[in-house]
Structures are given as structure tokens and as C-alpha cells.
């Protein structure tokens, strides 16, 4: 008899937590779907502060980096001094991880990227590959310093300008790097005179 007396009880304790699990499940699904809503609305809010600006960095930045990987490459078959095959190289390894970097960036920001020279630096790298020697020297370490100068003003502006915390990011740890090889491309220059 005492057991029949406890029997409603237990079935009326077993249905509450059923009925909180199902709550809590409930709780559960509407705290993932805020939650996937919030991802969505940081994803769409990451794109939208994407300026024209900083797109146009994006792919300036590639177009530089794709050039430099390009004539880095011929410097290091068409250059007749050491130091100017080692900046070829050199030129290659950092625009390539920076390259590596900025897609990363880009692909988050749904930024679409150039996979190819422009018609105009794809001309200047084929006209450098007919120099050789002395004249590639000249020629490309000329090139580099112009080149450097061009670049960082360019990321100067993104890092003063843009808008996107993301690329200022990258251009300024980028600028770093490019005033490296501005300083190595005069010393190669340095070296020509003497």
C-alpha cells in the first residue's frame, strides 16, 4: 500500500524532468540558432566593412606581389652578380608567403584576387627576361627600388585609410618587409657603382 502511494508521485517527478530536458533541449536549439545568426551577422558584417578602398588594396597588393614573384623568379636565372640572384630569390620567398597571407584575408572577406599578371606587367616581365647580365642587373635592381617605393606608399595608405582592421593589419606587418627590400635593392645598387 505505501509503495501505491508513492507511484504518483515518482510519475509525476519523472514527467517534470522529462519536461525540463525537452525545455532545455528547446533552450538549447534557440541558443544554437542565435548563435548561428550572430556568426552570420559577424560574416556578413565582415564583408560590409570592406571598403572600394580596401579591395583596391587587396588586389594592388596581389598585382605587386605576383610581379615581384615573377621577376624574382627571371633574376634568378638572367642576373649575372650573386647579390642579385640572392634578392631574386629573396624577392620570391617573401611575396609568396605574403601572398599566402593576403589570400587567407581575402578569402574571408570575399575579396576576389587576380591569379594572373596584367597584360601590361606580364610585357615589362618578358622584356626584362631578354636582358641578361649587366643590363638585367641594372635594369631589374632599378626596377625593385622604383617598385618598393611605389608599394609602400601604397600600403602606407591602406594602413592610415582603410577600413578593414584585417588588411591594415597585414599592410602594416607587409611594410616592414617591403622597406627590407627597398634597403637591399639600394644596396645592390650601391654595389653596382662600385
Not at 507511484?7 to 517534470?16: K, Y
Not at 587567407?104 to 627576361?129: E, G, N, Y
Not at 591602406?158 to 618587409?177: H, M, N, P, Q, Y
Request: glycine residues 4%; contains cysteine; aromatic residues 4%.
Amino acid at each position: 500500500m505505501q509503495l501505491k502511494s508513492y507511484l504518483p508521485a515518482a510519475t509525476l517527478i519523472f514527467l517534470i524532468s522529462c519536461g525540463s530536458n525537452n525545455q532545455s533541449a528547446n533552450t538549447s536549439d534557440s541558443s544554437q540558432t542565435k548563435a548561428d545568426s550572430t556568426n552570420t551577422m559577424k560574416d556578413s558584417s565582415a564583408s560590409a566593412s570592406i571598403t572600394q578602398q580596401d579591395t583596391k588594396f587587396a588586389v594592388d597588393a596581389t598585382n605587386i606581389g605576383m610581379m615581384e614573384i615573377a621577376l624574382g623568379n627571371v633574376a634568378q636565372q638572367n642576373a649575372m652578380r650573386k647579390d642579385v640572384k640572392d634578392f631574386g630569390a629573396m624577392m620570391v620567398k617573401d611575396h609568396t608567403g605574403a601572398a599566402d597571407d593576403l589570400k587567407k584575408i581575402a578569402d574571408a572577406k570575399h575579396i576576389t584576387l587576380p591569379s594572373s599578371l596584367s597584360a601590361d606587367d606580364q610585357k615589362k616581365v618578358d622584356d626584362m627576361k631578354a636582358k641578361t647580365g649587366n643590363k638585367f642587373d641594372k635594369a631589374y635592381i632599378d626596377m625593385m627600388i622604383d617598385g618598393h617605393k611605389k608599394a609602400a606608399d601604397e600600403f602606407q595608405d591602406e594602413i592610415k585609410s582603410g577600413s578593414d582592421a584585417d588588411l591594415r593589419a597585414f599592410a602594416t606587418k607587409t611594410l616592414d618587409v617591403i622597406h627590407a627590400h627597398l634597403d637591399s635593392a639600394q644596396k645592390c645598387k650601391s654595389m653596382q657603382k662600385s
